[in-house]
């Protein structure tokens, strides 16, 4: 079956061109379709990025409140840190006077005693601590001439050799009479400076400045 076209070539070339811009406006809005939906996702993950990092942000503040919050326990922990350093030194340089009053008791000669002890902390870095000790000893004048004396004289000796006493000297001797037990007695002091425990111990080199004891005729 032949087909005849009566219609003039004009028409039909209109009607194609009329076709072809349909189809160029059904391409363009394929493109336009696709150009928004990229452009929408790429919009969505903009925004997604965006709302991540204002999260991000917030939590970077919130971080930065809370060290800041934390910033006075970090100080205090300075602080505390520092005084435990200077408390530590301190320790370090504190006289053990319970370890003294031991030492002291297990040197004394067994015919003295003492009626007061007395410990003094250093007052300035210039000072030393200061020991004091008052007491007597047993004396026979008649028997054995100058036995209290003596017996002053081993203390001061047994008394340079302790580590944490140095320069030790005797303050007072005397000879004294008890009237109720009518007997007599030699009551001395002796001084001394305490030695802190960083320091170096110079027992041996006190001895050498112990005095002697007086004669029975020094009262």
Not at 113 to 124: F, H, I, K, V, Y
Request: no cysteine; proline share 5%; charged share 25%.
């Amino acid at each position: 079956m032949v087909r005849i076209n009566l219609l003039p070539r004009e028409i039909t070339e209109k009607r194609k061109f009329e076709n072809a811009i349909v189809y160029v406006f059904v391409v363009a809005g394929v493109l336009v379709v696709l150009i928004v939906a990229v452009w929408l996702i790429l919009f969505v993950q903009v925004q997604g990025k965006r709302d991540l990092l204002q999260t991000q942000e917030q939590r970077a503040s919130i971080a930065l409140q809370t060290a800041e919050d934390y910033r006075i326990f970090e100080e205090r922990e300075e602080s505390l840190r520092a005084r435990s350093e200077v408390a530590k030194v301190a320790l370090a340089q504190r006289i053990d006077w319970g370890r003294l009053t031991n030492e002291l008791s297990l040197v004394l000669p067994s015919d003295t005693w003492l009626d007061r002890l007395r410990g003094t902390e250093a007052q300035s870095a210039d000072e030393d601590p200061y020991l004091r000790l008052e007491g007597g000893a047993l004396d026979s004048p008649l028997d054995i001439p100058d036995m209290g004396f003596k017996s002053v004289a081993k203390t001061l000796a047994r008394l340079a050799e302790l580590e944490q006493i140095t320069d030790v000297w005797l303050g007072n001797a005397a000879r004294n009479t008890d009237d109720e037990k009518e007997t007599t007695y030699i009551q001395f002091v002796i001084e001394a400076d305490v030695v802190l425990p960083d320091a170096p111990a110079t027992g041996g080199a006190a001895a050498s400045s112990v005095p002697p004891p007086p004669n029975s005729t020094g009262q």
